[in-house]
């Protein structure tokens, strides 16, 4: 078992920047490839990036809207991983989530086996 809770969420105006954090406590952190997902109103909860676990490569994955502007990175002694959010869009507002799972597909949701809560992110135009 898996616990992950995000933090770093908040409003910021188009341009800014933020950093997400998601910290995770239970079973070995390393193990698990880690995703970043978000769901805006009205829209179905979509990829982000992902980063693999360590003996898989450690290995980064992007969404073609955020490329360029965020960088996923995870530090496995403090069992957390980081969303670095920069050149930040109104579309890019939403709830961002956490996950964790053994995938070889890091771009479905349904391939990962733990979530956290959510943090809100809101870009200002």
């Known amino acids: 078992q898996v616990q992950l809770v995000e933090s770093g969420g908040g409003l910021v105006q188009a341009g800014g920047s933020l950093r997400l954090s998601c910290a995770a406590s239970g079973r070995a952190f390393s193990n698990y490839d880690m995703g970043w997902f978000r769901q805006a109103p009205g829209k179905e909860r979509e990829f982000v990036a992902a980063v693999s676990r360590p003996w898989s490569g450690g290995n980064t994955y992007y969404a073609d809207s955020v490329k360029g502007r965020f960088t996923v990175s995870r530090d496995n002694a403090k069992k957390t991983v980081y969303l670095q959010m920069g050149g930040l869009k109104p579309e890019d507002t939403a709830v961002y989530y956490c996950?964790?799972?053994?995938?070889?597909?890091?771009?479905?949701?349904?391939?990962?086996?733990?979530w956290g809560q959510g943090t809100q992110v809101t870009v200002s135009s």
């Open positions: 996950a964790a799972g053994i995938t070889d597909n890091y771009y479905t949701l349904e391939t990962y086996s733990y």
